[in-house]
């Protein structure tokens, strides 16, 4: 490698994008063919936050030198992260089939088809991936999560075993083997799988939301209360562990809680127009139209929540005028939440309120028998949603709700017993709901024509 590509590649892993762009600047002033520097150059721009120079000079990469598994190895990359799965998916497949012993192309070629719903094509690309590297331990990690998610639990557990022994400290691999073990009724097993996963990652919140709810499915409610506020002592806003809480506490025969206050913390509202848009109704027409056209819209894969429907990926990223507009609407609503609800020692929510906090958002389309299965927001402080366009069903009083969205009912995914307490509100063009991102929430099925289209929305601690 010559200097000033050294220099460039020290820049990068000292974390330090800009300065190497500048390197490759003046590398491909002088050679705007060098390979080396086109893909080194593309690399950085993407880690400084210029996802569009970084395709162009990838693209450019491409043009020049097609075949080249790098170049397009690093632009499925940048685009998996800009939510463009379809095309992340092709540009992962062309590296690989450049370079079939190239492991890295076949494992992200696997987890983008994975993401698109495409099981059996994600787990042929996981056995690629294994055949071209037999030690990739995280391709039989991946591979254990695509069987278990099409149902073959014994091929996972024989997966996520074999990705162990080439990475024991793996917790994320470990709860997934003891979830298999679980579904396999083998309750003691996965309940120690669970157990390990904790105590090799104590910070692994997932290993104790499992481990709580095989405690719950053994009889042991009271227990698994012990598990969630061992872990929250340290986390008291982790929202997967708090929702976790609130069914153990249903469990256990509690009655009503503070966690779940509907009254207290579901926040709806009704925007008014935003700059530039004459009426709500003007935007929401604008918003659905940007929508339907995004990049990034695809069919919901089973890993998500959404059914029979469709979802994009980030939203907040757009320069689109509607898209602008709808972040001033979020804000505001935020902003008025907040002030509503000053700081609370005693309640875990209002205790850990970000003092910093970040957007992002997405958006989902139902048709016919579209909805959303019961789910939370795991990363997330708050969250919400807003709703563009809502079939005529929804509003229809003899439809028991289709369509409506409801909060406190966990997933199937959890055991649990006790009857949740629950809260349906009919959406309406136009409407924002605030709430917990603990609070479990799922859109009741409909069978209708039309489209409902909303966009959903996380508060995330960190910086703006």
């Given at each position: 490698?010559k200097?000033?590509?050294?220099?460039?590649?020290r820049?990068?892993?000292?974390?330090?994008p800009?300065?190497?762009s500048?390197?490759?600047?003046?590398?491909?002033a002088a050679?705007?063919?060098?390979?080396?520097?086109?893909n080194?150059?593309g690399?950085?721009?993407?880690?400084h936050?210029?996802?569009?120079?970084?395709?162009q000079?990838l693209e450019?990469?491409?043009?020049?030198?097609p075949g080249?598994?790098?170049?397009?190895y690093n632009?499925?990359?940048?685009?998996?992260?800009?939510?463009e799965?379809?095309?992340?998916?092709?540009?992962f497949?062309?590296?690989?089939?450049?370079?079939?012993g190239?492991?890295d192309a076949?494992?992200?070629?696997?987890?983008?088809l994975?993401?698109?719903?495409?099981?059996?094509?994600?787990i042929?690309?996981?056995e690629?991936c294994i055949?071209a590297?037999?030690s990739?331990a995280?391709?039989?990690?991946?591979?254990?999560?695509?069987?278990?998610g099409?149902?073959?639990?014994e091929?996972?557990?024989l997966s996520?075993?074999?990705?162990?022994?080439r990475?024991?400290?793996?917790?994320?691999?470990r709860?997934?083997?003891?979830?298999?073990?679980q579904a396999?009724?083998?309750l003691?097993?996965?309940?120690?799988a669970?157990?390990?996963?904790a105590?090799?990652?104590?910070?692994y919140?997932?290993a104790?939301?499992?481990l709580?709810?095989?405690l719950?499915?053994r009889?042991?409610a009271?227990?698994?209360?012990?598990?969630?506020?061992r872990?929250?002592v340290?986390f008291?806003?982790d929202?997967?562990?708090?929702a976790?809480k609130?069914?153990a506490?249903?469990?256990?025969?509690?009655?009503?809680?503070e966690?779940?206050?509907?009254d207290?913390?579901?926040?709806c509202?009704?925007?008014e127009?935003?700059?530039?848009?004459?009426?709500?109704?003007?935007?929401?027409?604008?918003?659905?139209?940007h929508?339907a056209?995004?990049?990034?819209?695809i069919d919901?894969p089973a890993?998500?929540?959404t059914?029979d429907?469709?979802?994009?990926?980030?939203?907040?990223?757009?320069?689109?005028?509607?898209?602008?507009a709808f972040?001033?609407?979020?804000?505001?609503?935020?902003?008025?939440?907040?002030?509503?609800?000053g700081a609370?020692?005693?309640?875990?929510?209002?205790?850990n309120?970000?003092?910093?906090?970040?957007?992002?958002?997405?958006?989902i389309?139902?048709k016919?028998r579209?909805?959303q299965?019961p789910?939370?927001h795991?990363?997330a402080?708050?969250s919400?949603?807003?709703?563009?366009?809502?079939?005529d069903?929804v509003?229809?009083?003899?439809?028991?709700?289709?369509?409506w969205?409801?909060?406190?009912?966990?997933?199937?995914e959890?055991?649990?017993?006790?009857?949740?307490?629950?809260r349906a509100?009919?959406?309406?063009?136009?409407?924002?709901?605030l709430f917990?991102?603990?609070?479990?929430?799922?859109?009741i099925?409909f069978?209708?024509?039309?489209t409902?289209?909303s966009?959903?929305?996380?508060v995330?601690?960190?910086?703006?």
């Amino acid at each position: 490698m010559k200097p000033k590509l050294r220099r460039a590649q020290r820049h990068l892993q000292a974390g330090d994008p800009a300065a190497a762009s500048r390197v490759c600047r003046e590398l491909l002033a002088a050679d705007p063919d060098n390979l080396a520097a086109l893909n080194m150059a593309g690399i950085a721009a993407f880690q400084h936050g210029n996802a569009g120079e970084a395709v162009q000079l990838l693209e450019q990469a491409i043009a020049r030198h097609p075949g080249d598994r790098e170049a397009y190895y690093n632009l499925g990359i940048v685009c998996q992260a800009r939510g463009e799965v379809t095309r992340a998916a092709d540009f992962f497949a062309r590296a690989a089939s450049r370079d079939p012993g190239f492991a890295d192309a076949h494992y992200n070629h696997a987890t983008a088809l994975m993401e698109l719903g495409w099981a059996e094509d994600a787990i042929a690309a996981y056995e690629r991936c294994i055949a071209a590297e037999p030690s990739h331990a995280a391709a039989y990690s991946g591979l254990g999560f695509v069987q278990r998610g099409t149902g073959r639990f014994e091929d996972a557990v024989l997966s996520y075993e074999q990705g162990l022994a080439r990475r024991p400290d793996d917790a994320e691999a470990r709860s997934g083997l003891g979830i298999a073990l679980q579904a396999l009724h083998r309750l003691a097993a996965a309940q120690d799988a669970f157990e390990g996963a904790a105590s090799t990652d104590p910070d692994y919140s997932e290993a104790w939301v499992n481990l709580a709810d095989v405690l719950i499915q053994r009889g042991h409610a009271s227990a698994a209360l012990k598990v969630c506020d061992r872990y929250l002592v340290r986390f008291p806003a982790d929202t997967g562990v708090l929702a976790s809480k609130r069914i153990a506490l249903g469990e256990c025969g509690e009655g009503r809680d503070e966690l779940v206050d509907f009254d207290r913390f579901l926040a709806c509202s009704r925007p008014e127009a935003p700059a530039g848009y004459a009426s709500i109704a003007a935007l929401n027409g604008a918003l659905a139209f940007h929508i339907a056209g995004h990049p990034t819209l695809i069919d919901a894969p089973a890993s998500h929540a959404t059914r029979d429907g469709k979802h994009t990926g980030e939203l907040l990223t757009d320069d689109a005028a509607p898209i602008r507009a709808f972040e001033t609407l979020v804000r505001g609503a935020i902003a008025g939440y907040l002030a509503r609800h000053g700081a609370d020692s005693s309640h875990p929510l209002l205790a850990n309120r970000p003092a910093r906090w970040r957007l992002n958002a997405w958006s989902i389309v139902l048709k016919g028998r579209g909805h959303q299965v019961p789910h939370i927001h795991p990363s997330a402080w708050l969250s919400g949603v807003y709703y563009a366009q809502v079939p005529d069903i929804v509003g229809d009083e003899a439809s028991v709700q289709a369509g409506w969205i409801e909060f406190g009912r966990p997933g199937d995914e959890y055991h649990w017993a006790a009857p949740p307490r629950l809260r349906a509100i009919k959406p309406e063009p136009g409407l924002m709901v605030l709430f917990p991102s603990y609070f479990f929430h799922r859109t009741i099925p409909f069978t209708a024509p039309g489209t409902r289209i909303s966009i959903a929305f996380d508060v995330l601690p960190g910086k703006r």
